[in-house]
């Protein structure tokens, strides 16, 4: 058996819908979690707490941040609306699934004594109420509080789902932002480097093809900002599309800089039995069971009647003691072969929502160990470029920059040099937000909203 079969306490609680003299109290606690369902999903529209705290309003800043981005992802996706609905109408279902069968009333009357002078009116007025063998009801409700609490973990899967989403095409946001200044930069330094070209040249130090080489070089940088434009673009829409706006509305623009920073990361061990704790698609599969459980025992349940009580008022008695009558009524559950095929169906069903459970048990562990491992190699490629590669490549450029100007070296170590440093500050840069991406990936693993502060941090 997983681990977390044992850490969500599947067979607590039977004993008071298997045990008549227990129905009160299951059906108290019954009341009790359908309240704090009920609460929890009234809490979701009115709390800025469904949302990760308030949602700001984005377009008016000067600068894009995370934590904004993802709050007002969260509090316009209309995915969430569709998910606390669904979450809503799975909740309905259990004051229909607990509630008795209507009563039944009935009359009749007997036409031709209608206006007769040889016999009186008569007539026949009867009451009934079914009621289930004692425990289905409770049993009932148990499977539909199961499919509501599937719900609920549905509605905050969806909300980490689109808070991963959102931070990482923050992370993409940035990362293109700062390619494209950075490919500014790069565009004055080859003009820089043309213009050189053309001195050297005209002074009749250099060849005509050095001037050429710089203008193939500044030609590669403008085509690169094309790329880098048409990318972003891409990204602002899709940033758009979370945000429930047109595509191509313009957003602010992200900070100057991001501080990849430095966090210790926990031991696999951790931060898997965090995830046990917290990924609602394991809570889902657990209240699945729960409900699969008691699904069975319903099933088991239905080779025991239901009866019904009934009343009636009889005028054509002509003795006044025998006009009210009284009754009892049971249905006969002869049809075994359907009952065992329900019991067969029900047990199979729950042995499959066991089976998923330690599927998802050994998804999960694969994937926040798949998240840890990324999140570690991002770490290690970040320090590279900050410590090593880009220091030696802007190290790089100056040295060949003084020695094409004294003439200790040629004019395509530049040009190599200029390119080597172009290229190491943009994968910097985009290092940097792959390294936050990671973060959200490891965040979304263990069951954490990404790019959100946990409750009691500082925003």
């Not at 008022?313 to 002509?318: F, L, P, R």
Request: charged content about 25%; aromatic content about 6%.
């Amino acid at each position: 058996m997983s681990k977390i079969s044992s850490a969500w306490s599947i067979r607590r609680g039977w004993p008071c819908v298997i045990l008549s003299v227990g129905l009160a109290g299951c059906a108290t606690a019954q009341a009790r979690r359908y309240d704090g369902l009920a609460a929890d999903l009234r809490r979701t529209a009115a709390s800025p707490r469904s949302t990760g705290g308030e949602s700001p309003d984005i377009e008016a800043l000067a600068s894009l941040d995370r934590i904004a981005f993802i709050r007002t992802v969260l509090a316009r996706n209309p995915s969430i609306e569709t998910a606390r609905q669904g979450w809503r109408a799975a909740l309905a279902e259990y004051p229909q699934a607990t509630a008795l069968p209507d009563p039944m009333v009935e009359y009749s009357f007997a036409p031709l004594s209608i206006g007769s002078s040889d016999v009186s009116f008569g007539q026949v007025v009867g009451l009934s109420q079914r009621f289930p063998w004692p425990g289905k009801l409770a049993l009932e409700g148990e499977v539909a509080l199961a499919e509501a609490e599937v719900a609920r973990e549905s509605y905050e899967s969806t909300r980490q789902r689109l808070a991963l989403m959102a931070s990482m095409l923050f992370d993409q946001y940035y990362a293109v932002a700062r390619s494209l200044d950075l490919n500014e930069e790069h565009r004055r330094l080859a003009e820089d480097i043309k213009a050189a070209a053309e001195a050297q040249y005209e002074a009749g130090r250099a060849s005509q093809q050095e001037p050429l080489q710089a203008e193939v070089e500044l030609s590669h940088v403008i085509h690169q900002r094309v790329v880098l434009d048409s990318r972003r673009a891409v990204i602002v829409a899709q940033m758009n599309g979370l945000l429930h706006r047109r595509p191509n509305l313009s957003l602010p623009p992200p900070p100057a800089q991001i501080d990849p920073g430095t966090h210790a990361i926990e031991t696999s061990e951790a931060l898997y039995e965090q995830a046990l704790r917290s990924r609602p698609e394991l809570r889902a599969t657990a209240s699945q069971i729960r409900g699969r459980e008691s699904a069975v025992n319903l099933a088991e349940r239905q080779y025991y009647p239901d009866f019904g009580v009934m009343t009636s008022y009889n005028s054509m008695w002509m003795q006044p003691d025998h006009q009210w009558m009284v009754g009892l009524s049971l249905n006969i559950p002869i049809q075994l072969g359907a009952r065992r095929g329900a019991v067969d169906q029900a047990e199979a069903r729950l042995a499959q929502a066991r089976s998923q459970l330690l599927s998802a048990d050994d998804e999960v562990q694969v994937e926040v160990e798949r998240a840890r491992q990324r999140l570690i190699e991002a770490n290690h490629v970040v320090r590279l470029y900050r410590e090593r590669l880009l220091p030696a490549a802007r190290a790089q450029i100056e040295a060949a920059r003084i020695g094409y100007e004294t003439g200790r070296n040629g004019f395509q170590a530049l040009i190599d040099a200029e390119r080597s440093v172009r290229t190491v500050e943009i994968a910097h840069q985009e290092a940097i937000a792959t390294l936050g991406q990671r973060r959200a990936e490891l965040d979304h693993a263990i069951g954490r909203v990404p790019g959100l502060p946990l409750e009691g941090d500082a925003p």
